[in-house]
């Protein structure tokens, strides 16, 4: 990414880390031996703060500053207990917006330090972001209160026994593809063909087509072709896909295909086998949405669940312990947004009807994605979208933090540009109240990158220059602000069934604030947000052969840890052993917020390293208990019952009662049944190698590593694929985490600084030994 300039992002920090040094010089000449380090002398910069205290805690004891806080930490405790349902989330989010309003009258009335010029500017800065936070704060909260999961599980439950009996429409999966892996797609498709539903038909939509390399393009349209017959399904290769854009692939293929429902399915996401039981019963003319005036039903949306561990979880070293970063916007956000008929489509896992495709000619191709324009123009033509909050497909997530970032950045320029779609689609003119504030929402969310670094600088610039930017003293802190904070923190988790941790969001954000940055500057400098800034489609089955630091990414997070923890030293050391005054009476909360910055600051660099991890297409493995059973090849007339531990596409890990030897090497044959029951008929076999075994020192039982050989047959890879992808297994939705939980874990990272203290030898050595199989 370069900038205007012709500055590429590398040389931009490089530039601004030159400015800081110089900054730096001139702070270091300013040094005084009474004041310490400080750009500005304090006593030039910050008034009087005691009369800014509220008078009744200047006569009081610490207790009273502490009360309100010392009661919500009570609510706070037995909080877990309780369920979290419509009534009960309002009741507590009612009482967050009243503490919420409570401190920002505060902050507005009491805080702000307008002594001359320069600190009114910082301190101007400051509370401008914490307006746009507010203004969030106070729309994510009122939005997220009631849900209609249980209501669209009802309602999918009532027609589940008609789809393809008495209601049985023509359905036409398609699958886009741009250079992935024919590998994913081939599962994808696989899952697809699986799908309990007779009357669809499954078509590949390839614009894989470049004329700078043309004879890979060629090649890669042989390779699909042979697949699909191989498969028996359809293909379409779109050769004019200029841009590269999926909404134009997908509209050719709509010139291409009849079928009264369409199902857009990601090339790298498998349905389960129930999906289209679940989801199609919702366009039976014989339904209506009774809540929004006997409307039929144009879209249906369902979860993008993931089988794999996103970035920050693998590189931790904590998977399964924390949920994907998009379990909160699936089952809260969405599920909210269903109350008012304001869901978005998010590009894969959902059926639409195509007749309301044609009122809107087709999926819009004008932005870097489709999906979210594509559902605004059908809610500005009255249409009414749903979401069915249940898993019924499983996608891969990024693997690595360059990739999540890549792919962030595609969606936040995207998310701009639906604001800036002019006639196309009208949302302010069409769209009603409370569809215009989930808009207007996740507009204040694409500012996030700019109030993040404005919170994350604060603290730093403050101990740098002198300015106090809140006047404010640790008891109005804790009086005012700890309070809502801490019922925020609590409840953000609690509201979403701990689908989402507060902590970890802002490590997430931390971890995309400087890039977003970068982007939203560029779409600002160009004055276009539909310039090319990243519209790389999002990398699969990444093989990670040596650590990577990102430093392009990272680095000024880097800068920014280094230097605050540096100077924070510097102050608080020379302060309490009275080389030069304190900054103070609003050192204590200074100082909270400089460590609590640090320590996201810290969790996030560390979650950007990205580990080794070598990928086959054998996949990933999941933990499947399945029944099976071995056959030597040199001894046919017996078997050895077994039990898998975890099997992938590309081998298994077996557990066989009592000491067995087996030499490395040894080819077998692995018989897997479809239930944990071998007498049942739906039982296939497979050739294997063995890798290594080992046998346990606590009890009789032997641990066997294997891996399939190459040459799978199309049957077995179908059983292994609807085995592993096609029906939805007890991990793949584990317990959240609760907020105590979640707090633990950014603690462990911290401690074990697992992604620097782990070894590439011994990673890249465990990854080879396992060779994509189980293990």
């Not at 992938?648 to 066989?656: T, V």
Request: with cysteine; charged share 20%.
């Amino acid at each position: 990414m370069r900038f205007p300039w012709n500055r590429t992002l590398g040389e931009f920090w490089f530039d601004l880390f030159l400015v800081a040094s110089g900054l730096m010089v001139i702070f270091l000449n300013r040094w005084t031996s009474s004041w310490g380090p400080y750009f500005f002398p304090p006593y030039d910069m910050n008034p009087d703060q005691m009369p800014r205290v509220p008078h009744y805690l200047l006569a009081t004891s610490q207790a009273i500053a502490l009360l309100p806080l010392s009661i919500v930490i009570g609510v706070c405790l037995f909080l877990s207990r309780f369920q979290a349902t419509n009534l009960s989330r309002g009741i507590l989010k009612g009482v967050l917006l009243i503490l919420g309003i409570r401190y920002f009258i505060w902050r507005t009335s009491v805080t702000l330090n307008f002594t001359n010029a320069t600190s009114s500017i910082f301190s101007i800065i400051l509370y401008a972001s914490e307006i746009i936070a507010f203004l969030s704060f106070l729309l994510y909260t009122v939005q997220s209160i009631s849900t209609t999961t249980d209501k669209r599980t009802l309602q999918a439950d009532g027609f589940a026994e008609q789809v393809g009996t008495t209601y049985n429409p023509t359905v036409d999966v398609l699958v886009p593809t741009h250079n992935e892996d024919i590998a994913i797609v081939r599962r994808t498709i696989i899952g697809c063909q699986a799908m309990e539903y007779v009357n669809k038909t499954v078509y590949i939509l390839n614009d894989g087509y470049d004329k700078d390399e043309l004879t890979k393009s060629e090649q890669r349209d042989r390779d699909l072709q042979k697949m699909a017959e191989e498969l028996n399904c359809k293909y379409i290769y779109y050769t004019e896909n200029e841009y590269k854009k999926k909404a134009s692939n997908l509209n050719h293929a709509l010139t291409k295909t009849q079928g009264e429902l369409v199902i857009v399915m990601d090339a790298d996401f498998i349905p389960f086998s129930n999906f289209l039981t679940r989801t199609i019963g919702f366009f039976d003319p014989d339904f209506f949405d009774l809540d929004w005036r006997r409307k039929p039903i144009d879209l249906v949306q369902t979860p993008q669940h993931f089988y794999n561990p996103d970035y920050h979880c693998r590189n931790l070293g904590l998977e399964g312990t924390l949920p994907n970063d998009m379990e909160h916007f699936y089952h809260l956000l969405q599920p909210n947004r269903d109350m008012h008929n304001g869901v978005i489509c998010c590009g894969s896992s959902y059926v639409v009807r195509r007749s309301a495709l044609d009122r809107v000619n087709g999926f819009y191709p004008k932005c870097c994605v489709e999906d979210f324009q594509t559902s605004l123009r059908l809610l500005c033509q009255g249409s009414k979208i749903v979401f069915l909050n249940e898993i019924l497909s499983m996608g891969e997530s990024p693997r690595t933090y360059s990739e999540f970032i890549n792919q962030r950045l595609r969606w936040l320029q995207g998310n701009v540009q639906a604001y800036f779609c002019g006639k196309e689609i009208p949302i302010w003119s069409k769209l009603n109240f409370f569809q215009l504030s989930f808009l207007i929402s996740q507009g204040l969310h694409c500012l996030q990158s700019i109030v993040r670094i404005v919170f994350l600088l604060s603290p730093f610039i403050s101990l740098f220059t002198g300015i106090s930017p809140v006047l404010a003293p640790w008891q109005s802190v804790c009086f005012f602000f700890l309070p809502f904070w801490v019922l925020l923190v609590v409840t953000y988790g609690w509201a979403a069934e701990y689908r989402v941790s507060y902590l970890w969001n802002e490590i997430y954000e931390v971890g995309l604030c400087f890039p977003a940055f970068c982007m939203l500057f560029k779409l600002i400098w160009q004055w276009n947000p539909f310039s090319k800034v990243n519209t790389n489609v999002t990398l699969k089955q990444q093989q990670i052969d040596r650590r990577q630091y990102n430093w392009e990414h990272l680095w000024p997070l880097w800068g920014l840890l280094v230097s605050t923890v540096g100077l924070g030293l510097i102050r608080v050391i020379g302060g309490q052993t009275g080389a030069w005054q304190k900054l103070g009476d609003n050192t204590p909360a200074l100082i909270f917020w400089m460590i609590y910055n640090t320590i996201i600051l810290v969790v996030a660099i560390l979650s950007g390293i990205d580990q080794i991890e070598t990928r086959t297409e054998g996949g990933d493995r999941f933990p499947l208990n399945i029944q099976c059973s071995l056959t030597p090849d040199d001894a046919s007339n017996y078997s050895i019952p077994a039990q898998t531990s975890n099997l992938s596409e590309g081998g298994a890990c077996l557990l066989l009662d009592g000491p067995r030897d087996f030499p490395k090497g040894e080819r077998l044959t692995l018989n897997i049944s479809g239930e944990n029951d071998l007498s049942t008929d739906d039982i296939f076999s497979i050739q294997a190698n063995v890798i290594d075994y080992e046998r346990s020192t606590t009890s009789c039982e032997t641990k066997l590593r294997v891996k399939f050989i190459d040459e799978i047959t199309t049957p077995q890879r179908r059983s292994l694929v609807q085995r592993l992808y096609s029906q939805k297994y007890d991990f793949h939705q584990p317990k959240p985490p609760t907020t105590i939980d979640s707090t633990l874990a950014v603690l462990k990272s911290i401690v074990l600084l697992q992604p620097l203290m782990t070894a590439d030898q011994r990673n890249l050595s465990e990854s080879s030994t396992t060779g994509g199989s189980a293990g």
